[in-house]
């Protein structure tokens, strides 16, 4: 129902506010989104969460995906959608291009990005992050020569055609132990290019449509392309079990792979001015509860509560995402719907939520249980306000599930 930048994360952030953040604290302030598939919601919250004051010439600024007598189609890929709108671009007196991508979880000082691009003279710098030979075969990979130029890439490689894509990675920084358990290096979808050489790239190939498939991997033979190495966290939030696993992370103790407390990098998002949550006698672990939460008398374990969550007396919620509620529901509506046989806002008195995702404003009735008993993998039960992926159960955005309900 939305675009993936614009998911929740960690119950009050936006997926969009990571690369955005990372940008505003390398004070990188002009910052264009090129949006398309879904993007009512996402557009909203990047025009209400960034603005910049009158002093500054920074901006956050929303490109949506438009039909032009130029351009009679819509974005067809990444770099299409970039070639598009580079007429805009050229406007501004700047030397390199910062491309990134909106549906990633990961914290980077773009400043040393830039710096080794610049360092290695580079035409294009690709950041790459170190693998093992398990996940190797799931990702773009690429090979190295010995003064970290790129000179092959490989998409998703198997059996022995994996093992030749193998690199010495002490080559980039990592130590001789490091680089034995993680001999790959995989593309983060993340660049800087030389300004005149993104657009020479852009306008002499009009028929290469996106940058990871086919605007960087042939331009290996003619330009200097150098690889930047990232030691750190890094998610691609590309599937649903990404999605919900890289959420329950962030309540790992002691040490969180992603971490929302650094002062000196702070994540931005949408000030809401909600009141504190309210907790009245309840069991509380492992777990992080956002603002303006109303929680009674229940269990909570390993679990994150988006903004405006309800949970009424007697529940159970253990290794669930709630992703909260777009608005309140006063007393007097909550007990009329209660007296017209309807659902109000928020999970139900003696209610038992495992291993799920529940959308915002869903309405879930008294002693529901959802635990998918049974493991089932894969469903397809919209109709009923819910679907499973990877045996994760999604409960929709607006949905109702009726009181007494087994999933």
């Not at 990633?104 to 773009?110: C, E, T, V």
């Not at 940058?211 to 690889?227: H, M, R, T, V």
């Not at 992603?258 to 949408?270: D, G, L």
């Not at 309840?282 to 009674?296: H, R």
């Amino acid at each position: 129902m939305r675009a993936k930048p614009a998911v929740p994360l960690a119950g009050k952030y936006r997926l969009i506010d990571i690369p955005v953040s990372n940008c505003i604290n390398a004070e990188i302030l002009k910052i264009y989104v090129l949006t398309q598939f879904n993007s009512a919601s996402l557009n909203r919250h990047l025009s209400r969460t960034y603005n910049f004051t009158a002093f500054s010439d920074g901006f956050v600024e929303v490109l949506a995906a438009q039909q032009t007598t130029e351009n009679p189609s819509w974005f067809q890929g990444t770099a299409d959608a970039v070639r598009q709108y580079l007429w805009l671009f050229q406007d501004w007196d700047v030397d390199e291009y910062l491309i990134l991508s909106g549906d990633h979880l990961y914290q980077m000082d773009y400043t040393d990005f830039v710096r080794r691009h610049r360092e290695t003279r580079a035409d294009i710098t690709l950041s790459v992050v170190p693998m093992d030979e398990k996940r190797a075969s799931s990702f773009g990979l690429m090979k190295i020569d010995d003064r970290g130029r790129v000179v092959d890439f490989c998409e998703k490689p198997k059996g022995d055609e994996l093992k030749q894509m193998q690199v010495d990675t002490t080559i980039l920084g990592l130590n001789s132990e490091q680089a034995k358990e993680s001999p790959y290096i995989a593309s983060m979808g993340i660049y800087v290019f030389k300004k005149e050489v993104l657009n020479t790239l852009l306008a002499n190939n009009p028929e290469q449509t996106d940058f990871g498939k086919e605007i960087i991997p042939s331009s290996a033979k003619d330009y200097n392309l150098q690889a930047y190495l990232f030691k750190g966290y890094w998610e691609d939030i590309g599937t649903i079990e990404a999605f919900y696993e890289a959420n329950l992370a962030l309540n790992r103790q002691p040490s969180p792979p992603f971490s929302f407390y650094n002062e000196k990098a702070p994540i931005y998002t949408r000030a809401r001015y909600l009141p504190p949550t309210k907790v009245l006698n309840s069991n509380i672990t492992e777990s992080m509860i956002s603002e303006g939460c109303i929680i009674k008398e229940c269990r909570i374990h390993n679990s994150i509560l988006g903004i405006r969550s309800r949970v009424e007396a007697d529940c159970v919620i253990e290794d669930t995402m709630l992703m909260g509620s777009d608005y309140y529901e006063s007393p007097e509506i909550r007990a009329s719907y209660l007296t017209e046989g309807k659902l109000p806002i928020g999970i139900g008195k003696g209610s038992t939520i495992r291993r799920a995702i529940v959308d915002k404003n869903a309405r879930i009735g008294k002693n529901v249980t959802i635990v998918n008993k049974e493991n089932i993998e894969e469903s397809n039960r919209e109709n009923e306000g819910f679907y499973i992926r990877n045996g994760i159960v999604v409960v929709l955005k607006n949905a109702t599930i009726a009181d007494g309900t087994v999933i």
